[in-house]
C-alpha cells in the first residue's frame, strides 16, 4: 500500500510540473524563415519543422550530374512535355508556408506547377541521394512526406551501400531495391532506364 501511494505521488508530481522549457517554446518554422537564412545556408521545411542542409560530396554531385544529364537528354531527344531540375530548386510540397524541400532530382509533367519560384505542387519523380547526415530523413521523413503529398515515383540512392530504393507510389506496388549495376526501369517512363554504375 505504501509503495502504491508513494507511485501514485510520483505521477501526480510528474503531471503537475510544466513542461520542459525547450517543447513548450518550440518554434513552428515558416517559409520565410528559409528565405532569411545567410546566404549561402540551406535548409528544407517539413511541417513547421527546419532540417539544416550540409554540403554534398564529391559522390552525391557526380550521380547528381550525370542523372540530370541523362534525363534531361531523354526529355529532349523525345521532345517529352515535362522538364528535369536539379538542386537547388524549390518544392513547395503542400502549397503552403510550411512545406519547403530541394530534392537532389525533380521530374516535372504538368509545367504549369512551374514559376520562377519553383515547383508549386508535388513533382512526378523525385530523387535524393543519401549521405551520412540524410539517412533518416531520406528513407523516413521524407518518404511518408513523398507520398502523401503526391509523388508518383521516389528513388534514393545510396552510394555507401551502391543500392537504389525504387518506390512506385503510383501503383502502390512494393518496394523494389537495385544495386548500381542494375538496368533500373523508371517507373513513370517506361522506355527510360537508367545504370547507376554508368555515373560513378
Known sequence: MTTLNRCGDLIKAKESEEPPMDLAKE???TIDDIYALPEGQRAELIDGKMYTMAPPRTIHQRISGALYTA????????????????????????????????PDISVICNKDKID???????PDWVI?????????MDYGI???????????????INPSTHTVNVYDFENDAATTQYTFDDEIPVCIYRDLCIRISDFV
Open 27 to 29: 518554434k513552428t518554422y
Open 71 to 102: 534525363i534531361y537528354q531523354h526529355i529532349k531527344s523525345r521532345k517529352g512535355a515535362y522538364e528535369v531540375f536539379a538542386a537547388p530548386f524549390a518544392v513547395f510540397l503542400n502549397k503552403d508556408d510550411k512545406n519547403y524541400v530541394e
Open 116 to 122: 520562377e519560384q519553383g515547383c508549386n505542387g508535388a
Open 128 to 136: 535524393e541521394i543519401v549521405s551520412p547526415s540524410t539517412s533518416r
Open 142 to 156: 521524407k518518404l511518408f512526406k513523398y507520398r502523401t503529398a503526391g509523388v508518383r515515383e521516389y528513388w534514393i
